[in-house]
């Protein structure tokens, strides 16, 4: 399964929950690519400029992360991509992997939400966790780059049929549950029942 959305979404909240509830390990490159940074890492080093400016990293880079994050065994059995795909040519670089595997993806959620809503959203977070790319500038470029480069692959997706569309506007659990239904109404059903959100708003 992927998650796209526009950064604010409320994409890797949402990511960690259906991962509890498929049983399935939530893989986010943006997660992986700060744990690099933060332990001054080679790639680490590599990608901190591009993430600090809002920009996206290379696709080499982020296709061979993906590669490797999804090689290893956890992910054997079905895993769910937080924030990757992410431009055509990662679209191309995934699905030789599906393919090498004999698998395919089961379904796409696009998380929607304005943008006044997403800004605001990430603008808490800078208070909250101090990102260094939650400022007002570098996120209003995160939403340029967002909608060049990752919202055409929407329709590359949907014309693949693989696309359920959920509005990101409510409480986390709310969200939640929509998208639990959404994926119940196409026969994906959840192995575990999740914990109600910590911090629900
Ligand atoms: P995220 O946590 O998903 O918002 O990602 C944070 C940052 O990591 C992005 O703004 C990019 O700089 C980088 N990044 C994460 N995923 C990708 C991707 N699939 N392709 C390129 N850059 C990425």
Same mark, same amino acid.
């Given at each position: 399964m992927l998650l796209i959305g526009p950064p604010g979404a409320g994409k890797g909240t949402q990511a960690t929950r259906l991962a509890e509830a498929f049983v399935v390990p939530a893989v986010s490159t943006g997660d992986i690519f700060r744990f690099n940074v933060k332990n001054e890492t080679a790639l680490g080093l590599q990608v901190k400029a591009f993430m600090d400016a809002g920009a996206y990293v290379p696709d080499t880079l982020t296709n061979a992360i993906v590669k490797d994050r999804l090689g290893e065994s956890d992910a054997a059995s079905g895993f769910l991509l937080d924030g990757y795909p992410r431009t055509t040519d990662q679209v191309a670089e995934l699905d030789r992997l599906l393919d090498d595997e004999g698998t395919k993806l089961d379904a796409v959620v696009l998380i929607t939400a304005d943008t006044d809503e997403v800004v605001s959203r990430l603008l808490k977070r800078a208070e909250e966790q101090?990102?260094? $790319? $939650?400022t007002a500038d570098v996120i209003r470029h995160r939403l340029d780059v967002y909608a060049e480069q990752t919202a055409p692959l929407i329709d590359v997706y949907s014309a693949r049929g693989l696309v359920i569309t959920i509005d990101g506007l409510g409480a986390v659990d709310v969200v939640t549950d929509r998208i639990l239904a959404a994926l119940a109404d196409r026969g994906l059903h959840a192995t575990n029942t999740i914990e109600k959100a910590a911090n629900p708003s």
């Open positions: 101090g990102r260094a $790319d $939650d």
